[in-house]
């Protein structure tokens, strides 16, 4: 099992100092993921080794996670083929969710 890398975690703190309506849908959604990884432990802010440590366990590189409505609007449903079918959305009106094959490999894409 792979698992998240600490050069991930850089490539997305680099993302998260791009203004925010300068990034890319795609730039959006994983720091909206990344965001949402740390916050359903109560550990945002925090470092993925301080997550790590807290959690036991290294964070799985394969991931299905929700996705928030808004990124309908901004054209993600082209977003398999942009990422050669490693990123995956998958929605309806009452659930949207991302399926990510290789976390590490889409963050270093962007």
């Known amino acids: 099992m792979n698992h998240i890398t600490y050069q991930t975690e850089k490539r997305i703190n680099q993302i998260k100092k ?16 990344w965001d949402d990884i740390f916050s ?6 925090a470092t ?3 997550l790590e440590e807290y959690l036991n ?18 054209g993600i449903y082209g977003i398999e083929y942009t990422t050669q079918r490693n990123v995956r959305y998958v929605g309806t009106n009452d659930l949207s969710y991302i399926n990510i094959e290789d976390f590490n490999k889409w963050i270093k894409s962007l």
């Open 18 to 33: 791009i203004s925010i309506h300068d990034r890319t849908m795609q730039q959006k959604l994983a720091v909206f993921i």
């Open 40 to 45: 359903k432990c109560g550990y945002l802010g």
């Open 48 to 50: 993925l080794k301080e």
């Open 57 to 74: 366990h290294k964070l799985d590189n394969t991931r299905q996670e929700n996705a928030p409505q808004y990124l309908k609007e901004e």
